[in-house]
């Protein structure tokens, strides 16, 4: 069993910055495949970047060169630093991870990870 809890979120300015983290309870950690998701009201749940057990990554590309993705295996934590952040940012984030080596494809497969957390939300806003 694997339990994800997030915290970081918040309110900002545009152009303000966060760090969000996602704590990992569990004994598949290091070989999960692990990743950030969103969804804003109305709006379907997107992929924003997910991260391999090697630490190679994906992102989309409405967060590329503004976020970044990155965890610690000794403190099993997952982490994702946001910069210059955007109204369009708005959403409730989640993390989520699953017993996979590999995060081919699955930063657009969001139902494949077995995983989540309860989210925390991200407020973009003058």
């Known amino acids: 069993q694997v339990q994800l809890q997030e915290s970081g979120g918040g309110s900002v300015q545009p152009g303000g910055s966060l760090r969000l983290s996602c704590t990992v309870v569990g004994n598949t950690y290091r070989s999960t495949c692990m990743g950030w998701f969103r969804q804003a009201p109305g709006k379907d749940r997107e992929g924003v970047a997910v991260i391999e057990s090697t630490g190679s990554t994906s992102y989309a590309e409405s967060v590329k060169g503004r976020f970044t993705i990155s965890r610690d295996n000794a403190k099993n934590t997952l982490y994702l630093q946001m910069l210059s952040l955007k109204p369009e940012d708005t959403a409730m984030y989640y993390c989520?991870?699953?017993?996979?080596?590999?995060?081919?494809?699955?930063?657009?497969?969001?139902?494949?990870?077995?995983?989540w957390g309860q989210g925390t939300q991200v407020t973009v806003s003058s």
């Open positions: 989520a991870a699953v017993s996979s080596s590999g995060c081919a494809g699955m930063l657009y497969a969001s139902r494949l990870f077995a995983y």
